[in-house]
T-cell receptor, first 114, second 109 residues
Framework: GAVVSQHPSWVICKSGTSVKIECRSL??????MFWYRQFPKQSLMLMAT?????????EQGVEKDKFLINHASLTLSTLTVTSAHPEDSSFYIC??????????FGQGTRLTVV | GQNIDQPTEMTATEGAIVQINCTYQ??????LFWYQQHAGEAPTFLSY??LDGLEEKGRFSSFLSRSKGYSYLLLKELQMKDSASYLC??????????WGAGTKLIIKP
């Protein structure tokens, strides 16, 4: 299957700082990328959908000024958690897809804010 | 609204067969997907159904009935490593993925 690379796989940051997570589709052009967060023992929660070259569409309750998403090319999307707080600690996962194919997931990023 | 339902948790015995059901109500349909997710890891793709019927892939099979808005994932010859969450997802008319909450499958020896 196609490969989606997410980096970093884990990060620890201080409260108040910003963290950037990258999601790259390595062998296909992703028209759409999704960002999810997942709390322990819970299912995926969609945060936002981003289409290349346009603004991301955020789900209700997700602060767009806090979770900045950029989808500058067909192979790269980034999620920046700004002014991170301990409650932002979570597992963040990206997935990439073309319209009619399955979504391929990155490895996930475990963020711990201390 | 759009909705996907699957059982929260199921338990099965090693070597047995288990069927995980998924029912959906979405605005349009462009395929149904099953993913497996082990704790602390990202989901991995298992199967894709867009036409009615059964798709078999080794120990795993997936069935779809579009008229009933229903799918199931069948796992045979269960192994301990099959303990995981199984996620059902449907692509709607806008090709957006709608996710179920996942079914946690517990395999007992």
């Amino acid at each position: 299957g196609a490969v989606v690379s997410q980096h970093p796989s884990w990060v620890i940051c201080k409260s108040g700082t910003s963290v950037k997570i990258e999601c790259r589709s390595l062998d296909f052009q992703a028209t759409t990328m999704f960002w999810y967060r997942q709390f322990p023992k819970q299912s995926l929660m969609l945060m936002a959908t981003s289409n290349e070259g346009s603004k991301a569409t955020y789900e209700q309750g997700v602060e767009k000024d806090k979770f900045l998403i950029n989808h500058a090319s067909l192979t790269l999307s980034t999620l920046t958690v700004t002014s991170a707080h301990p409650e932002d600690s979570s597992f963040y996962i990206c997935s990439a897809t073309q319209r009619v194919t399955e979504a391929f997931f990155g490895q996930g990023t475990r963020l711990t804010v201390v | 609204g759009q909705n996907i339902d699957q059982p929260t948790e199921m338990t099965a015995t090693e070597g047995a067969i288990v069927q995980i059901n998924c029912t959906y109500q979405t605005s349009g349909f462009n395929g149904l997907f099953w993913y497996q997710q082990h704790a602390g890891e990202a989901p991995t793709f298992l199967s894709y159904n867009v036409l009615d019927g059964l798709e078999e892939k080794g120990r795993f099979s997936s069935f779809l009935s579009r008229s009933k808005g229903y799918s199931y994932l069948l796992l045979k010859e269960l192994q301990m490593k099959d303990s995981a969450s199984y996620l059902c997802a449907v692509k709607d008319s806008n090709y957006q993925l709608i996710w179920g909450a996942g079914t946690k499958l517990i395999i007992k020896p």
